[in-house]
């Protein structure tokens, strides 16, 4: 059918993963083993919890059945809370872009790229010297990825360490937005950042009604392994679902440090991570948009640090992404 005059396509990248003669795919799991999975991870949430500090998530997760221990600030989750969350979150989001051309879309088992982020020192491409990232790094930096077609959304690459640690976040917001019509991906740290950003996305997509529609801007938190969202990540999954923002919970869990050395239990205990944030969010708002997360890898035993170029790491994430399309959920994970 052809298009009206002025229709832009959304971006759609190709499939992966589908039993036919094109795409790429890395099937770490049959069907019946992601069962188990889900079945361990139900138990995991039921019987052990999480640790959740904010009485207001608290209350939010008791009102539709979750157990709340406000003594040892546990919130467990009885299997069919979980299993009505996974199927109220939405199997596709749409991260805008300020430029419609370049709206891509979060879907099934399509593969699109970001760039990862944050780098905190740089090799000054006029100098040579090795020093710390600075805010027009952050800045040049996105107009790069503007110009990458293989970047499908930018995520900030590197930090403004010349701005003021507690509002950085939205001076890098400021110059990413300004130097990409890509969709923008930026960590907050905390729910007074996101609103600012939040007041500034509304501003120039026009009005709070046109953002809620599209969103340019996105944003991301980290639950603390071993089993842990604290109330800075808590407060910003329920003020995403109020705003309409699509929000990726990103669990980097250390196989063999702070989750078991096993694949599998370490996935076990990501997914039970992330599961809980994706409960709290439609506990908040049923619908609100949500991505499956994952920067996961595990940690060097010799050296207590945590190789993000591991195989393990692509191993790892890999299977985060076929727990994603298990539950038909968007996803995002690091690459190896």
């Not at 979060?106 to 905190?120: C, S």
């Not at 392994?225 to 800075?232: R, T």
């Not at 599998?264 to 039970?272: M, R, W």
Request: glycine share 8%; charged share 20%; hydrophobic share 40%.
């Amino acid at each position: 059918m052809p298009k009206d005059k002025g229709e832009v396509a959304m971006k759609k990248n190709s499939r992966a993963g589908y039993q036919k003669s094109s795409g790429i795919s890395i099937n770490m799991f049959t069907d019946d083993e992601l069962y188990a999975l889900h079945l361990s991870t139900l138990e995991i949430l039921k019987d052990v919890g999480m640790g959740i500090k904010d009485p207001v998530a608290q209350e939010t997760l008791a009102s539709i059945g979750c157990k709340v221990n406000k003594d040892k600030n546990v919130v467990r989750f009885p299997a069919y809370v979980v299993e009505d969350a996974i199927l109220k979150a939405p199997a596709s989001v749409v991260f805008a872009g300020r430029n419609p051309a370049k709206d891509y879309v979060l879907e099934d088992n399509r593969v699109g790229f970001t760039n990862f982020g944050e780098g905190i020192m740089i090799n000054d491409l006029y100098t040579g010297e090795h020093r710390p990232t600075v805010k027009s790094d952050t800045a040049q930096a996105a107009l790069m990825a503007d110009w990458c077609s293989a970047i499908d959304i930018h995520e900030r690459s590197v930090a403004a360490q010349d701005t003021p640690a507690i509002i950085a976040p939205l001076h890098e917001t400021q110059v990413n937005i300004t130097n990409t019509s890509k969709h923008v991906t930026q960590g907050c740290g905390n729910v007074r950042n996101l609103r600012r950003a939040h007041r500034m996305m509304c501003h120039i997509a026009g009005s709070e009604a046109a953002f809620r529609e599209r969103p340019i801007f996105s944003t991301i938190t980290c639950p603390i392994s071993p089993l842990q969202l604290a109330p800075e990540s808590t407060e910003l999954i329920m003020e995403c679902a109020r705003m309409g923002m699509p929000i990726t919970i990103i669990s980097m869990a250390l196989a063999g440090g702070t989750t078991p050395v096993t694949l599998a239990g370490t996935l076990i205990t990501h997914n039970a991570e992330v599961l809980a944030a994706i409960v709290l969010s439609q506990a908040t708002c049923p619908g609100a948009p949500i991505v499956y997360g994952s920067s996961t890898t595990i940690m060097d035993l010799r050296y207590t640090t945590s190789p993000v170029g591991c195989p393990e790491l692509a191993m790892i994430n890999a299977g985060v992404a076929k727990l994603a399309q298990f539950y038909h959920l968007p996803s995002w994970v690091a690459g190896g």
